[in-house]
């Protein structure tokens, strides 16, 4: 493969010191972020719509997108989408339902909410279990993950890149979330064009592979040579059914994953949390409209590698260890581009890992300062004391993922269906918590420790069921599916997420129920139904997003 010449370093390097620069601007344009910890954790009441819609972006986007997605996309086409596309009718319920809850009642962090609605002892367990998916979880696949990338499309050694984005994340983050803010416009701008470059080069190599001209002509080619990679509902007969099974992405699991991420998720709305309800409405409406070009970047790549591989090209690219790698897809189609704009594709890759990793770096460093280090180490610190213990958590969490991210087997366990599935081992109980939390004033701390304890071993217990069970009889209902490589029936992970939610969520209430004193529960919300009317052009954008979301679901079905 070719790698980086000159001209790509000089765009890389011009992208490096416009984020850089930028940021340093921003960080001393007002010298309270250095004390403050609200504007330091929330850069509150200081970022406008559009900042927060593409921070909200270039935090979600990152190596496991690019790779992963793309992977997916080679792997079963256009339906991997779905994930992007429910991801912004989730964002308009976010924005309609949730934040009006979170700005009202002035929450900061999730563990937060967790004290304010069911007590300390909940909030705690949820903190410390936040900061160990985040630290190593997240923040490790998205640094291991973004390494590997970036080697394989530069040929810097593997160490280097790891470091070189770390301390990169480092840099922003140090300045706090307005730094992260405002520079992840940038990102989002360098992420958007050179993404969308490299789909252009992608389809107009599929048009020059079959003697025709121009991006047109390439993506009618993939259609009609890959028909069965461009269906958003699949049928028992893919292949893939288990990942994506049928009208669960539309009716039932794929809302618990979208909703708990965008909802319910630290690394998330703490973009929206430090503004007034109708910029936070605005932001996510605007990271909405986003969300509906991402599988234009991380998907379609994907769709065309497949094509051209199918047809015998780059047959040795695609394999890791003697085997098909659908992962290798996006970095094949990057090595293929030419000079310059291979740099500005590699920056547009580099922005997403750089921006994810500031993004959950400044989500630690929020959880554990204000829920763990202020409210059992050091109650009376002073703003400037806990904007320090902010930044020391920062730096104290990237060298824990430097050091333990190669231990952790995370190139050998797949891309984004890996991290989607293993994160919702866990996601339906905190969902179950939160929704019930939201909107019914009698659920109980000891409803919320329950279905925070279940959710995993619940999961564990369905996943490792049909090992001890024969499942053929739910095929008839439509939730299991026969699994090719091993021979049983199955139940699809989202549909698990569903059964895991309704259980959750049956526990909460009965145990709600069962306490008289629930009746008069204190710590119940205050909810106003005025408070989630949407108005003005965040209702005809909203409405906007739904039916360009209802076309789209109509052409591809």
């Known amino acids: 493969m070719r790698q980086l010449q000159t001209v790509d370093y000089v765009v890389f390097l011009i992208y490096f010191v416009i984020v850089a620069g930028y940021g340093y601007w921003i960080y001393h344009k007002k010298k309270k972020t250095a004390t403050d910890s609200k504007d330091f954790f929330l850069a509150e009441g200081s970022l406008t719509w559009w900042a927060i819609g593409a921070s909200l972006i270039a935090s979600n986007i990152s190596a496991e997108q690019f790779i992963g997605m793309s992977g997916s996309g080679f792997k079963m086409g256009l339906a991997i989408a779905t994930y992007e596309w429910m991801a912004a009718a989730t964002l308009m319920i976010v924005a309609i339902f949730f934040m009006p809850i979170y700005l009202k009642n002035k929450i900061y962090t999730m563990p937060q909410f967790l004290t304010q609605r069911y007590g300390p002892t909940v909030s705690t367990i949820m903190a410390i279990f936040w900061l160990l998916l985040y630290v190593v979880v997240n923040l490790t696949s998205i640094l291991y993950l973004g390494a590997l990338a970036v080697t394989t499309v530069s040929g810097i050694p593997f160490w280097t890149c790891m470091i070189g984005l770390a301390v990169f994340a480092i840099f922003i983050t140090l300045g706090g979330m307005k730094v992260i803010g405002y520079t992840d416009v940038i990102q989002v701008f360098f992420l958007i064009l050179g993404g969308l470059a490299t789909t252009y080069l992608a389809m107009d190599l599929v048009s020059q592979h079959f003697n025709t001209t121009g991006v047109g002509e390439g993506f009618n080619l993939m259609m009609s040579k890959a028909n069965d990679h461009f269906h958003m509902v699949l049928d028992k007969s893919n292949p893939s059914y288990l990942d994506l099974p049928g009208l669960t992405i539309l009716i039932g699991g794929m809302w618990i994953v979208n909703l708990n991420y965008w909802g319910c998720n630290q690394y998330?709305?703490?973009?929206?949390?430090?503004?007034?309800?109708p910029t936070a409405r605005n932001g996510i409406l605007f990271a909405a409209f986003l969300k509906l070009l991402m599988p234009i970047i991380v998907v379609l790549p994907g769709i065309a590698a497949y094509v051209l591989y199918q047809d015998g090209m780059f047959q040795q690219d695609m394999l890791a260890n003697g085997e098909l790698n659908p992962d290798r897809a996006y970095p094949v189609l990057l090595n293929l581009l030419p000079v310059g704009l291979k740099g500005l594709a590699f920056a547009a890759l580099t922005a997403a890992i750089v921006a994810s990793l500031a993004g959950k770096a400044n989500s630690i460093s929020t959880i554990f300062t204000l829920d763990i280090y202020k409210k059992f180490f050091n109650a009376n610190a002073s703003e400037k004391q806990l904007v320090y213990i902010g930044r020391v958590a920062v730096v104290v969490a990237m060298i824990i993922a430097i050091i333990i991210s190669p231990f952790l087997g995370i190139d050998?366990?797949?891309?984004?269906?890996?991290?989607?599935?293993?994160?919702?081992?866990?996601?339906?109980?905190?969902?179950?918590?939160?929704?019930l939390g939201f909107f019914w004033k009698r659920t109980n701390s000891a409803a919320a420790m329950a279905a925070a304890l279940i959710t995993f071993p619940l999961s564990i217990l369905l996943k490792f069921l049909p090992k001890m069970t024969d499942l053929s009889f739910l095929s008839g209902m439509g939730f299991s599916a026969l699994n090719a490589e091993t021979g049983l029936y199955e139940i699809p992970f989202l549909d698990r997420m569903g059964f895991v939610f309704l259980i959750c969520v049956f526990v909460m209430v009965v145990l709600t129920l069962m306490d008289p004193n629930s009746k008069k529960n204190p710590k119940g919300l205050e909810v106003d139904a005025s408070m989630f009317k949407p108005k003005g052009a965040?209702?005809?954008?909203?409405?906007?997003?739904?039916g360009i979301l209802a076309m789209l679901y109509i052409v591809f079905w």
């Open 412 to 435: 050998k366990k797949g891309g984004f269906q890996y991290i989607q599935e293993y994160t919702g081992f866990v996601s339906p109980g905190i969902f179950a918590i939160f929704i």
């Open 268 to 277: 998330i709305t703490q973009r929206a949390l430090g503004a007034d309800l």
């Open 538 to 546: 965040f209702a005809v954008g909203a409405m906007i997003v739904v």
